[in-house]
Structure formats: C-alpha cells, structure tokens
C-alpha cells in the first residue's frame, strides 16, 4: 500500500512558514537530490492554504508526472481546473492509499498534517530543519493536535547550509 509522506521544511522553533506565511528563509542546499525525492512520488496533496501559496509563487502545485489533489471545504473544483479538489480528506487519502502507484506527498500544511495524523492517514515524517529562529510563524503541527510516536528511520547532516533532514516512520 501506498504511503503518505509529510515531507516539510522547518525553522529550527518549529514553524513551517513564518507569520505572514513567508518560506523566503528556506535555503536550499546543493547537496539535496530533488531528482530522487521527486521520483519517490506520484501524487501531491496539499491543503487550501498551501494550494493559494504555491499559485502565488507564479506557477502551478503540480510537479511533472504528479497528480495534484488539495483538501478544502471553501475550494471548488470549477475554480481549480489544475487540482482534484476535495472537502473529505479521510475519504480522498484512503481512496489514493488504495491505488496502485508510488508514495503521496504531504506538502506543507500543518492543518492539513493535524487533520490526518490521528486518523492514522500519515505514515512517515521528514523533516530538513533549517537553521534560522522565526520565533513565530506558522508550526509543523497546527494546534490543538494530537500526539503520535514516531520511529527514526534516517536522518542526514548537510554541512554546507547546516540542515538537519530527519526521517520518521509514524508509529
């Protein structure tokens, strides 16, 4: 069975964008093979909030050979003719699980992380913590949440930029 990935960007204080949903304190590091990552994946899903960022970023949520699904309850899907668009996350998430193909990424969205985590939706975490303090922004896991264990499955230092990529397994 397929798997759903949260795979996420995050400041050091644990937020994924900053206040005003700002991402420009990413950095990239060269060592990174987005080639891999990307060929792991064949789905996208991401949340309303995610879904807006990346079309304001100047271009489309999906990456060539993905399908692009976004979860929202205000979205339709005659305004987002690039995207499936949904407002039942559990039904859609189980429907792509049970599909043949490769893993799904879990882009961004800490609501979106929050609403599947305790229905057990989310089956690994990776986390490239940067090293930056924003002290306020928008966290990993949107509040209230619940918990989940979490099993380490890989991490990696990259020297050049001091990211920390960390790998889970939900447990």
């Not at 995050?10 to 644990?14: H, P, T, W």
């Not at 060929?39 to 996208?44: P, Q």
């Not at 079309?55 to 489309?60: F, K």
């Given at each position: 069975m397929r798997r759903v990935c949260y795979s996420v960007a995050?400041?050091?204080?644990?937020y994924v964008a900053g206040p005003k949903g700002e991402v420009d304190w990413i950095v990239v590091d060269p060592e990174i093979d987005f080639a891999t990552?990307?060929?792991?994946?064949?789905?996208?899903?991401l949340g309303r909030n995610s879904y807006e960022a990346a079309?304001?970023?100047?271009?489309?949520v999906g990456m060539p050979g993905m399908e692009a699904h976004v979860i929202s309850s205000t979205l339709r899907q005659a305004d987002c003719p690039d995207v499936s668009v949904s407002d039942d996350p559990a039904k859609t998430v189980r429907m792509l699980k049970a599909k043949a193909g490769k893993d799904i990424w879990l882009f961004g969205g800490g609501e979106l992380f929050r609403s599947l985590l305790p229905l057990g939706l989310v089956d690994h975490v990776q986390v490239a913590i940067i090293?930056?303090?924003?002290?306020?922004?928008?966290?990993?896991?949107?509040?209230?949440?619940?918990?989940?264990?979490l099993a380490l499955a890989g991490h990696r230092v990259f020297d050049q930029t001091g990211t920390v990529l960390l790998d889970y397994d939900v447990t």
């Open positions: 995050m400041s050091l204080d644990g990552f990307f060929a792991g994946y064949d789905t996208v899903l079309l304001q970023m100047g271009g489309g090293p930056v303090l924003l002290g306020d922004g928008v966290p990993l896991l949107a509040r209230p949440a619940q918990g989940a264990g």
